[in-house]
């Protein structure tokens, strides 16, 4: 059916079943073979380059698929990179970035530092809302970090959204007295969960696993496995959350829905008690310091 589409591409035959392969897939995985340079010269995003992680990749022997994500204002970047299933870590393999991102680079000499602060000064003043003077002394802080530099100013002028949410849990669990036991709400790189009472009580009996799939995912896309110990959910034939949960629900009683391009399962537990964690050995994220990896990948 396309194939004057591909012979007129100039697409090599052998490469027609891959290419088919991964649009059905929806592979991306440019990112397992190459990555942007690492080069202390490049100034802006439009010097990088490719390089090749593996000695060689052979001539007409691969084709890769291009995500037309990004738009061009930061805000929506951030947003997509945060929301957008698998683009995050795509991004993560492409730019050799990998969270937890909090080592600042070494503190370049001095004639380096104050060439580098010359070259993100005007940005920073953009971005950040400052002045050039304020704009300097936060890029000599940082070491001529650009995305340092902007975080910085963004976390002295007001609370980020991350910090509120924080806040807002501390209140939360001061308000409720007698829980105690940490956190009801957090997340995860892969999902949200949020403990509460499916009654009002003072039991945390019910909890909700949220899963941002994307506005084109429909219910018939979700398959939602759930056993007393362990759920499995895959979206259009990929596992989205594999785990064991930390104790027993009622299978039974397990719902979910998908709405606005997200999913959300709802578990009800056996025994009525606060989880440190709904799967086993799952990881949470630090809402600043992923904020800041975000900037970084982006």
Known sequence: MHQQQ???????????????????????????WVVFSDDDTVKSL???????????LEAESNVFLVDHIWTTTVAQELQDLDNVPGLLERMEKLTGIYEPQRNLPAMPDAD????????????????????????????CKAGGDIIEAI?????????????????????????????????????????ECVQYSLDNSAQLDGVDICVA???????????????????????????????????????????????AGVLSVSL?????????EVLVGEHRTDPITHAKHVRRVA
């Open 6 to 32: 591909l012979e007129a591409l100039g697409l090599p035959r052998s490469l027609w079943r891959q290419l088919y392969d991964k649009i059905t897939g929806e592979t991306f995985d440019i990112g397992e």
């Open 46 to 56: 439009a010097e990088h380059t490719l390089s090749l992680k593996s000695e060689k």
């Open 112 to 139: 380096l530092l104050e060439n580098t602060v010359d070259a993100n000064v005007a940005a920073v003043m953009s971005q950040a809302g400052v002045d050039e003077a304020r704009a300097r002394e936060l890029l």
């Open 151 to 191: 975080v910085s100013a963004s976390e002295e002028t007001a609370p980020s959204t991350a910090q509120n949410s924080v806040q807002s849990q501390i209140m939360q669990q001061l308000e409720e007295g007698g829980q105690g036991d940490g956190p009801t709400e957090w997340k995860t790189r892969g999902y």
């Open 213 to 259: 799939v994307g506005a084109a995912v429909h219910a018939r896309d979700v398959e939602c496995n759930v056993t007393a110990t362990h759920l499995t959910v895959t979206v259009s034939g990929k596992v989205a959350v594999d785990g064991d949960l930390h104790a027993e629900v009622e299978a039974n009683e397990t719902t979910w829905t998908v709405e």
């Open 268 to 276: 009800v537990k056996r025994k009525a008690e606060y989880w440190p």
